[in-house]
């Protein structure tokens, strides 16, 4: 690795340096070294759950049971896996997911972006207020207004009820927790971008467009993820719209091992839990690499 | 006096543009938001069972809250739980957000993915089992940690004593806020985003005047996201004061022991859904909305002076 | 100029694109659908064993006999169940065939709510046999001459014990007759002495007995302290309850006790811990637990055949006082129909109602789901199915419940999940705390309850005589 590799480091130094690079530089790898140090062995803490759900999804019903508990299965048990998936039909709850949380993270993404700029970027009688409304919208408890949005729905003309309707148009037409996220971010942005553009011509849509999209890229790789990983595990809004087995989403399919009373087949819950947080992970993965530090102002600049 | 009529007419239409560019949210609070949000607010002033139609009953279920001891223990519980988790989850994500940043790191996105991973599952009924195991006073790993470390025999022989978490009282708030930080990769994640947009140019500068990388942190990287920092602030207290599935799972519903798992989102679930008094729980919610909305706006004018915002001009935002 | 122009009016087809491509795949009334074809909507629970049931075995059965009824099943896990169910009372929702004490407040709340259709009318004019019930468990659901509800499931309480442990230390099994006056709280307790090994280190421990009666003023029963008013369990109301007799001080100190003074119990914490791990009496290191009767079928997987497995049986409850007459809390599920259906709607569900409750459908239900049924008849076959138990053992215990025991407060008492709340809140500290006295707690807890109480029945308008 060569010495350019370190050039913008954020890391905290515990001391104060004089002002000649090579120590500033030395010192960057030092944080580097104790950094990962640190990160390996902060895993252990963040991955025990995710080890001892694959633990318990690979033992018998019984031997899940057991105290002391087995930290590995007596044997492993990988039929439970298929078990699991088949028990109830989870290709097509996958499928369901997928279609409905695809839907929502370009309607989130698309809307919110736009949304967005009007507030962070243009000035109006009433946007304050206005602003203030959207964050209003965050601060009602979901659960008092879940029997009238069911309500609503239900008397509203079209294919509401057990669709999922109810859930990917709302989320065409802005949600307040990114439009509130997007509008911090563009808030950052310098002013003097748009303002070049809008001297040379540009119009409003133009600078949101051309400008302002390119420079969030970050923000809304962000947006993507978190909105993705919000549809892809969300739990009430299906509860509440979806009757038909058939439409379920996975965290309905996850829930239908519950059972009451501690019947809970605990080997089958996990492995079906790990297999339906995967994509999640691979999302994550690959959408991260567009966290890289200055592609934003090298894309202006260039 | 020749300026003024074209910046007038400027100014119209940039107002113009602003109200283009929120259409959809307008849409979508007509259509869809502001109806159930107002249903609610109706209710909160009747009695609805459900099974009968609401029945209007003035101002009763507001003086009934004023007069109910569960509502202001309620309101403890989750107003404890918000002063802690709040600050706690800034600093946390924060600080992985920073490590996880570092170009030196090698695998930074292996580590960033795994890092995030808690956060994909902390919500979920299975994390809320595992941590009633790892905080169990018998069976916990927490507790046994700690006297492996700081017990009678432990390493460092304090004859420290885990607590007993979810079953004192005192500690089972403190028990949440440990579940939460778990959770710290949501805005790890955010705070990630942000970083990336302070541009570098600034970094050499301070590197040239020979500002350490504290100083470096403190007067560049902190105020350049310091927007961010607000938003995860704000909607992180929004959050928290809306906590509910943790409650529900681990006290089973209970609130218990003695009311110091009661969130108040949760005792508004209870008499909503399981006592069915949903015009008195509405009641809860808009008092609860209020609270909220007015923590937000004196959040929003103190952030004025400790949030830096790119663009001139933009004084006079909230 | 030009540019933007595009650019809006592509976002705007795109936006009323994408919105008709969302409402398009979903599927409307559907004018092809064959004319005669009705919809019956059954709401039950997320439950590995009943959900097989019910798709593959029921509601086949049943639209092959009735091929003019769809029977379109809804399944929601029990923790949210309510908030799936009154969303859709509240807006009218087709919702017909139903089971009250899942979620929400139970089946005395949903009564005095009016939710349920009385079905006595439709008893009488069809003749319906309810001779075939068990008479003490169809009256549970019975109210003021009206029924309401047909039961499908039932069980008493009991004390589950692991034969294994019993046998490592060389003891006798409890006994299986309710009558028994031997065997005592005391004798119980002198068991669990012998059966309990390495308290202080929980992980390697093994338990006598975890005390695990639900609702918790059950265990005053035992002896001889039922703490409701005569009439509570007819009208759903109490204007007071007893928890301060000498008795019923006992039965709660007794049980501290188990944990704190004879060391044989695990505590709350501990419990909660074995459970998380997997279940307590599940993982082989608890020798008696006493608790409602679903481990009869929660349990049914426990064999010595499987790893980790072992032998159980069931014994009664213990006498606590030698005169206590009930001692076992019933649990019993019936499956009800909501209150203002009309023409062929009510009798498309009352129709499923009676196949529910015909002997080849409940005998299917027992046999998926080794749940006690709730007919004479079926009940000698479900006898048969414990393998480490011989049929008539289980025959006496299983039966000496329902003649030594009442139906539980949950289902019965109007408002029980605030009742439950209260006890459970002041409670705690006689479960957490080892210096704790139930004389000291107990007041406390009686006057917090007494004040629950009459504000139930004040926001339903009940007036006591």
Known sequence: MTEQAFSPPIAAETSQTGSRNLTIRGQERMMAIISTA??????????????????????????????????????????????????????????????????????????????????????????????????????????????????????????????????????????????????????????????????????????WWRIILPLSKPALGAVGIMSFIFHWNTFQGPLIYINDNAKFPVSLGLSMFRTPFGGTPQHWYMAASLAVIAPCIIVFFVAQRYFIQGIVISGVKG | MLNILPKRKLARTEALWFWFFITPWIIGLILFRGGPILGSLFLSFTEYNVADPPTWINLD??????????????????????????????????????????????????????????????????????????????????????????????????????????????????????????????????????????????????????????????????????????????????????????????????????????????????????RYRFGYASTQAWLLFIIILILTIFALRMSRRAVYYEAPGDEDLI | MKRWTVLSVALVALLALTLSACAAPAPSGGAAEIVEQREIVWMARTNVVENPWEQEVAIPAFEAANPEITVNLLIVDQADIAVKREAMIAAGEPLHVWSPNWGGNGFASDRVRGLLTDLTPLIERDGVDVDVFVPEVLAIYENAGSQYGFPFLTTGSYMFYNMDLFDAVGLDYPPVSWDDQSWTWDRALDLA??????????????????????????????????????????????????????????????????????????????????????????????????????????????????????????????????????????????????????????????????????????????????????????????????????????????????????????HLMVGFDEINSTWDNLLGELWNNADARAEDILPGVEEALTEVLLRIAEEEDHTFE
């Not at chain 1, 759900?53 to 690979?58: K, R």
């Not at chain 3, 007819?234 to 039965?251: L, P, R």
Request: hydrophobic residues 50%; glycine residues 8%; proline residues 7%.
């Open chain 2, 61 to 274: 279920n507001y003086a009934r809250l004023l007069t109910d001891d569960i509502f202001y223990k309620s309101l403890r519980v989750s107003g404890l739980y918000t002063l802690l988790a709040v600050p706690l989850g800034i600093v946390v994500s924060l600080v992985m957000a920073l490590m996880l940043n570092q170009k030196g790191v090698p695998f930074l996105g292996v580590f960033r993915t795994l890092y995030y991973i808690p956060a994909l599952i902390a919500g979920s009924v299975a994390v809320a089992f595992l941590f009633q195991w790892l905080l169990n006073p018998s069976f916990g790993i927490f507790n046994y940690l700690i006297a492996l470390l700081a017990g009678e025999e432990g390493l460092i022989p304090l004859g420290i004593k885990g607590p007993r978490w979810f079953f004192d009282p005192n500690w089972v708030v403190p028990s949440f806020v440990l579940m939460s930080l778990w959770g710290f990769g949501a805005s790890m994640l955010i705070y990630l985003a942000g970083l990336q947009g302070v541009p570098t140019a600034l970094y050499e500068a301070a590197r040239i005047d020979g500002a350490s990388a504290f100083r470096r942190l403190i007067n560049v990287t902190l105020p350049m996201i310091s927007p961010v920092i607000l938003f995860t602030f704000i909607t992180g207290m929004i959050g928290s004061f809306q906590i509910f599935t943790p409650a529900y799972i681990v006290s089973g519903g209970v609130g218990g022991p003695a009311y110091a798992s009661m969130f108040y989102v949760l005792y508004l679930y209870l008499n909503a859904f399981r």
């Open chain 3, 193 to 410: 002495q012998q059966l309990t090994t390495n308290v202080e280190d929980p992980m390697n421990a093994t338990f006598g007995w975890v005390e695990g009666m639900w609702p918790v003023e059950a265990v005053t029963w035992l002896f001889d302290a039922y703490p409701w008013p005569e009439d509570a369990f007819d009208t759903g109301f109490a204007q007071s309850i007893n928890f301060t007799s000498e008795n019923a001080i006992k039965a709660f100190q007794s049980r501290h006790d188990l944990t704190y003074l004879h060391k044989v119990a695990p505590d709350a914490a501990a419990v909660e811990g074995l459970n998380a791990l997997g279940g307590d009496f599940q993982s082989g290191r608890v020798a008696m637990k006493t608790t409602g009767g679903w481990g009869w079928w929660v349990y049914s997987p426990v064999t010595p055949e499987v790893e980790g497995g072992f032998c159980w049986g069931v014994a009664p409850l213990p006498f606590g006082d030698t005169n206590a007459p009930t001692r076992a809390v019933i649990f019993t599920d019936p499956w009800v129909i909501t209150r203002g259906l009309e023409g062929q709607e009510l009798e498309d569900a009352w129709t499923f109602i009676k196949y529910l409750i015909s002997e080849d459908a409940a005998r299917e239900y027992m046999q998926a789901t080794n749940t006690p049924p709730t007919q004479h008849k079926l009940l000698d076959e479900w006898y048969q199915q414990f393998g480490c138990m011989n049929p008539e053992d289980v025959k006496t215990v299983y039966q000496g419940a329902f003649t030594n025991g009442l139906e539980s407060s949950n």
């Open chain 1, 38 to 207: 640190v990160l390996v062995l902060g895993l252990t803490v963040v991955l025990f759950p995710l080890f001892w759900m694959l633990s318990t999804s690979l033992k018998e019903e019984i031997e899940a049971l057991k105290i002391p508990p087995n930290w590995f299965p007596a044997k492993a048990q990988w039929h439970n896996y298929r078990d699991a998936l088949t028990f109830n039909p989870f290709t097509t709850y996958f499928g369901n997911t997928l279609y409905f949380a695809g839907m929502v993270v370009v309607g989130e993404m698309l809307s919110n972006s736009f949304i967005a700029y009007g507030f962070a970027r243009l000035r109006a009688p009433g946007r304050n207020f206005l602003f203030l409304m959207v964050l209003a919208t965050l601060m009602v408890p979901a659960e008092v207004t879940i029997i009238p949005t069911y309500i609503l729905f239900s008397k509203l003309p079209g294919p509401w009820l057990n669709t999922y309707n109810p859930l990917i148009v709302p989320a065409w037409l802005g949600s307040a927790y990114l439009i509130f996220l997007l509008r911090q971010f563009y808030l950052g942005i310098p002013r003097e971008y748009d303002e070049s553009a809008y001297i040379e011509g540009a119009s409003r849509l133009g600078i």
